[in-house]
Structures are given as structure tokens and as C-alpha cells.
């Protein structure tokens, strides 16, 4: 059985904790889903032109986020237009999709980063991770054509991990 370095464990708890703060840090709380709803009140008056109180598909094409197709499914009641509720449902819903792929980058950072700790062979301190919706990009430096390999091959294996783009470098 392979005896685990304090080093190890001391990085171990640090990325733990680092993915643990992340998740915090995602957290709202009442202050900042009243500052969201206020914030898109505040688009949603911006893109009303006509202050009829709803938006056209006309009107909410300055905004990015409704394509033709993100307006229907926001038209909850099929009436053409967009009242401030379905706006911001459908604004606040598409935020969130967002928001949980970031918090599911960074878990999945913190565990590669864990695993690579764990892999004997690998310098966990000269490999860095990082994660774009489930893909992760290696960087850094290891010893040998086959630590590059195993870096990969561990990394792969988490859960989460769509793919890997190894671009860690060999130094001798």
C-alpha cells in the first residue's frame, strides 16, 4: 500500500477546500436574488420601446441571449409578447444554466487536481488544471512521454470529463 506524503495531503485539503469555497462563493442569497430581479427589471424597461409593458420579438433581439426559437419557448402564454415575468424567468433560467456549468468546471478541477496528487510519478505541483464545460486543458511540465500519458489517462477517468487536451511539456 503506498504511504501517503503530508505534502500530499496538505495539496489534497487545499484543492478540496478551494472547490468547497467555490461553491460557496456560487451561493445566492436574498440580497443577491433581489438584485438580479431588479437588474433585469431594468433591461426589461430598457428594451421596452413602447412602454406597453410586454416586448416584441422586435424589441428583445438587442438582446443576445433571445434567438427566434429562445422567444417562443420564453412566450409561456403563446400571445406573441413577452410580460416581465416570462423575461425574467427565461433570463434568470438561461443565468443559471450558466452558473451551473462554472460551479461543474470547478468541481471537476478540483477532483483532476486531487487524482493527479494521488498518481505516483506525477509532480502535482508542476501540472496545472484547468476546465471549460467538462473540457480540461493539462499544462505545465513532467518528466517523461509516460507522465504525460498518465496525467491524461487519470484525468480522463473523473467524472464530468468530456475530454482532455493534454498540452503539459516534457522537461528533462
Same mark, same amino acid.
Given at each position: 500500500?503506498?504511504?501517503?506524503?503530508?505534502?500530499?495531503?496538505?495539496?489534497?485539503?487545499?484543492?478540496?477546500?478551494?472547490?468547497?469555497?467555490?461553491?460557496?462563493?456560487?451561493?445566492?442569497?436574498?440580497?443577491?436574488?433581489?438584485?438580479? &430581479?431588479?437588474?433585469?427589471?431594468?433591461? #426589461?424597461?430598457?428594451? @421596452?420601446? =413602447?412602454?406597453?409593458? $410586454? /416586448?416584441?420579438? +422586435? *424589441?428583445?433581439?438587442?438582446? &443576445?441571449?433571445?434567438?427566434?426559437?429562445? #422567444?417562443?419557448?420564453? @412566450?409561456? =402564454?403563446?400571445?406573441? $409578447? /413577452?410580460?416581465? +415575468? *416570462?423575461?425574467?424567468?427565461?433570463?434568470?433560467?438561461?443565468?443559471?444554466?450558466?452558473?451551473?456549468?462554472?460551479?461543474?468546471?470547478?468541481?471537476?478541477?478540483?477532483? +483532476?487536481?486531487?487524482?493527479?496528487?494521488?498518481?505516483?510519478?506525477?509532480?502535482?505541483?508542476?501540472?496545472?488544471?484547468?476546465?471549460?464545460?467538462?473540457?480540461?486543458?493539462?499544462?505545465?511540465?513532467v518528466d517523461?512521454?509516460s507522465a504525460?500519458?498518465?496525467?491524461?489517462?487519470?484525468?480522463?477517468?473523473?467524472?464530468?470529463?468530456?475530454?482532455?487536451?493534454?498540452?503539459?511539456?516534457?522537461?528533462?
Amino acid at each position: 500500500m503506498k504511504r501517503i506524503h503530508p505534502l500530499e495531503i496538505a495539496m489534497l485539503v487545499f484543492a478540496l477546500g478551494f472547490g468547497a469555497t467555490a461553491l460557496r462563493a456560487m451561493a445566492l442569497d436574498t440580497g443577491t436574488v433581489q438584485a438580479v &430581479q431588479t437588474s433585469l427589471a431594468v433591461e #426589461f424597461k430598457k428594451l @421596452d420601446a =413602447d412602454n406597453s409593458q $410586454t /416586448l416584441t420579438d +422586435a *424589441e428583445v433581439a438587442k438582446d &443576445q441571449l433571445f434567438t427566434k426559437q429562445n #422567444f417562443a419557448e420564453a @412566450d409561456v =402564454d403563446h400571445n406573441g $409578447t /413577452l410580460d416581465q +415575468a *416570462e423575461y425574467a424567468n427565461y433570463k434568470s433560467a438561461a443565468q443559471s444554466k450558466v452558473t451551473g456549468i462554472a460551479v461543474a468546471d470547478s468541481i471537476i478541477t478540483t477532483k +483532476a487536481k486531487a487524482e493527479i496528487l494521488r498518481t505516483k510519478g506525477l509532480k502535482s505541483l508542476q501540472i496545472s488544471v484547468e476546465t471549460h464545460k467538462g473540457e480540461v486543458i493539462l499544462s505545465g511540465f513532467v518528466d517523461s512521454e509516460s507522465a504525460k500519458a498518465i496525467a491524461e489517462e487519470v484525468v480522463s477517468k473523473v467524472n464530468g470529463v468530456k475530454s482532455v487536451k493534454n498540452s503539459l511539456e516534457i522537461r528533462a
